[in-house]
């Protein structure tokens, strides 16, 4: 082989080596390329979706404030029952005191009445009323 040939041959490769550089380079570059559009579409997607987010979370802090507010709206209501329920109390507590102090007025006007019988004391005069009848009732 002579000296040409060999130079020939050392340029083919080189050329060829820079023509497989040169494509690898524009493969390359197209591909980054398309990864950045790529990217910048995603980029799109998430502000978009970051909106809509933000949205979401905006009604969940609505909707967490109105349930704060129902509670304390129940939490309220819970305490005027308690109070209504220990009134209510008291109220029954009074009546059954009264209802006590009524029960022993009458008794006491019973016994001292000639004309009403007393279970207590038997009036021989008078037929003995059986657990039926109700003396105070005449």
Not at 39 to 58: C, H, N, P
């Given at each position: 082989?002579?000296?040409?040939?060999?130079?020939?041959?050392i340029v083919?490769?080189?050329?060829?080596?820079?023509i497989v550089a040169a494509l690898l380079w524009v493969a390359r570059n197209r591909r980054d390329e398309r990864r950045?559009?790529?990217?910048?579409?995603?980029?799109?997607?998430?502000?978009?979706?970051?909106?809509?987010?933000?949205?979401?979370?905006?009604?969940a802090e609505e909707t967490a404030a109105k349930a704060r507010m129902v509670k304390a709206?129940?939490?309220?209501?819970?305490?005027?029952?308690?109070?209504?329920?220990h009134h209510a109390a008291q109220h029954r507590k009074e009546a059954t005191s009264s209802r006590e102090?009524?029960?022993?007025q009458r008794d006491h006007a019973d016994t001292i009445d000639?004309?009403?019988p007393n279970p207590k004391v038997p009036n021989p005069?008078?037929?003995?009323?059986?657990?039926?009848?109700?003396?105070?009732?005449?």
């Open positions: 082989m002579s000296t040409s040939s060999i130079i020939w041959i083919a490769v080189v050329v060829v080596i820079a950045h559009i790529e990217a910048e579409q995603i980029r799109e997607d998430v502000a978009d979706k970051s909106l809509q987010v933000g949205e979401r979370e905006a009604r709206e129940a939490d309220a209501k819970a305490a005027e029952a308690s109070a209504l329920q102090e009524l029960n022993q000639p004309k009403v005069e008078e037929p003995r009323s059986t657990p039926d009848q109700n003396p105070r009732n005449p």
